[in-house]
């Protein structure tokens, strides 16, 4: 697969994956209308930077799975399209975000350091338990045994700069007053969409054929 090719397709499925309903969503959410944009902006790096450690250990061990192992690939494909399929049906199910919203709002600010507040963010995304299967299935598609290191590294960097663009934009919304009241009223139907959206991405994935 072509370099450009690979990254556009690497773009409409990790854009999505970012903006679905999940953990570091949610941590964002609730850091930025808790403690302010500053600390919502932290915790977006530290995220982007916990992808790292999953593009590292997917990526190392990806090319020989591939290259000796077409019936662990398939597997890999069907846990991966599979966890899409979850993650869109989460999506499409979403409910409206009052109640939460007044719950976070009705918490005492508390300040803490930017160290910190990325430190929060990285362990979030490191620790995801879900989030190794969907690398591999990902890496599944644009990745094969002879793919150069640089575009293995420009993919990885790639997805990077897509999760952190996506929730520092998640944090300017959420810090505008007049926005937030907006996106709490309109939020649940923003997750069905991309919620359909994924469940189309994890079909594709799952009738893609092994090469």
């Not at 959410?29 to 302010?36: I, K």
């Not at 966890?83 to 508390?110: E, F, H, N, V």
């Not at 990325?118 to 591999?136: D, M, S």
């Not at 890496?139 to 793919?147: A, Y």
Request: proline share 4%; with cysteine; aromatic share 8%.
């Amino acid at each position: 697969m072509e370099l450009l090719q690979g990254l556009l397709l690497i773009s409409s499925i990790h854009l999505l994956a970012a903006a679905s309903p999940g953990p570091d969503f949610i941590l964002v959410s609730q850091q930025t209308l808790s403690h302010g944009k500053k600390a919502g902006l932290m915790c977006s790096i530290g995220i982007a930077l916990g992808l790292s450690i999953h593009i590292i250990y997917s990526a190392l061990g990806l090319a020989a799975i591939i290259a000796n192992s077409s019936t662990t690939l398939w597997i890999i494909k069907v846990l991966g399209g599979s966890y899409l399929l979850y993650l869109g049906y989460q999506g499409i199910r979403a409910k409206a975000y009052t109640d939460a919203t007044q719950q976070i709002k009705s918490k005492t600010p508390i300040k803490r350091s930017s160290l910190k507040n990325i430190g929060v963010g990285f362990l979030c995304n490191a620790l995801n338990p879900k989030a190794p299967i969907y690398f591999v299935a990902l890496f599944t598609v644009v990745l094969s045994p002879d793919l150069p290191l640089l575009h293995l590294v420009i993919y990885g960097l790639w997805m990077m700069a897509i999760q952190l663009a996506w929730f520092s934009s998640v944090v300017l919304l959420l810090s505008r007053p007049k926005i937030n009241e907006k996106f709490q009223r309109l939020g649940h139907w923003i997750d069905r969409i991309l919620g359909g959206a994924m469940i189309l991405i994890g079909l594709k994935i799952l009738t893609s054929k092994i090469n």
